[in-house]
Every structure is written in structure tokens, then in C-alpha cells.
């Protein structure tokens, strides 16, 4: 791998150790077995450009492991656990998502990165449910399954980081999901707001 590779896989190992708040131009060049602090200036502009670089890979990564974790057979309920399981197990690398989230709305181009990858989030989501090649999930489809999808995974991964000892179990999850069904459905005489 070339310095820019090499940084990028140091900062990847430091935001899921350390987190970003407590990665510093030392612990990256030093992740990345002992590059010049300079070259994170020449190849990335900053640190935290650096960081956000690294992070939108790492979640990349994490997405396609994730995807093919909900797409293998099984049930439900476990697919949820292991989703579940390894949110808990990459804790630091979430906690850097959260605050990757945060800064979105001060560097436009990170703003355009996760607005694209949450468009893409919800059409794999849908085309993984309903069985099809995302190519094949109509826009109504992801904007009603694959929404509500990413909706779900996105409060579970909060509420794990937030409160991991009470979070819902990926059994809890369909439940509620079931529970959910029923307070919808016309015949059940009760909606939901």
C-alpha cells in the first residue's frame, strides 16, 4: 500500500479503538506504521478530513458486513441479534458515526457522502427484504420499506450505544415489529398517530 492507503487503514484501526474523539496525528501515523504527520496534510488536507475519510470506509465495510449478515438464511430474530451484537462490538467505530453526523451540516461534501450512502442504505435494506437485486427495488419501495428499514436500524444502533443493557433484543425487535402490525391493521378497531 501506498502513504495515503496506509493512513487511511491507520485512521480506520484508530476510530475503531480509540474513537474520534481521542485519535490524535500522532496515534493515526503511528497506526499507520510510522508515516510522516505531514503526509495526513498532503493526502488528506487535515486530521479530521482524514478521519471522516477513514470513517466513511469503515462504515462501508461494516454496511456490507451487515448486509450479508440480514440477507443469510435464518430467522429474523436472530439476523437482528447479530446486528445487535455487532454494533455492541464495534461501539468506538459507532460513536464515530454519531459524531460524524453531528459535523455533516459544517462540510458539505461529508453532507453529500452520508446523504448518498443513506439513499443507498435504504435500497439495500428494501432489495435485501423483498428479495430482489437493488437495481430491481421500485423508488416506492425504498422510500416506504427501505425507510422504515433504515429507521429501525438507525434508533437500534442509538439505543445500543445509549443504553446497551436495556436496548431491545433482536427476539423484542420483531415482536414490536408484530405488535406494531396489529395496532395498524383497520380490523384491530385502534391506530397509531
Given amino acids: 500500500m501506498g502513504n495515503r492507503e496506509d493512513l487511511l487503514a491507520g485512521a480506520k484501526r484508530c476510530l475503531v479503538e480509540k474513537g474520534w474523539g481521542a485519535t490524535t496525528v500522532r496515534d493515526i501515523a503511528t497506526a499507520a506504521g510510522g508515516i510522516s504527520h505531514a503526509a495526513i496534510g498532503y493526502h488528506f488536507g487535515s486530521k479530521d478530513a482524514l478521519l471522516h475519510a477513514a470513517l466513511v470506509d469503515a462504515m462501508d465495510d461494516w454496511g456490507d458486513q451487515i448486509g450479508d449478515t440480514l440477507a443469510s438464511d435464518g430467522d429474523a430474530e436472530q439476523a437482528w441479534q447479530r446486528v445487535i451484537d455487532s454494533v455492541s462490538t464495534n461501539r468506538e467505530l459507532f460513536i464515530a458515526s454519531v459524531e460524524l453526523m453531528l459535523q455533516a451540516h459544517r462540510f458539505p461534501e461529508l453532507r453529500r457522502h452520508l446523504t448518498s450512502a443513506q439513499e443507498e442504505g435504504r435500497r439495500g435494506l428494501a432489495a435485501r427484504l423483498i428479495g430482489v437485486d437493488e437495481a430491481d427495488v421500485p423508488d416506492e419501495t425504498v422510500r416506504t420499506i427501505g425507510s422504515v428499514h433504515l429507521a429501525l436500524f438507525s434508533g437500534l444502533v442509538m439505543q445500543t450505544l445509549a443504553d446497551p ?23 384491530s378497531g385502534a391506530t397509531f398517530p
Fill in 165 to 187: 443493557e436495556h436496548a431491545p433484543t433482536g427476539a423484542e425487535i420483531i415482536a414490536g415489529l408484530r405488535a406494531l402490525v396489529a395496532v395498524e391493521t383497520p380490523h
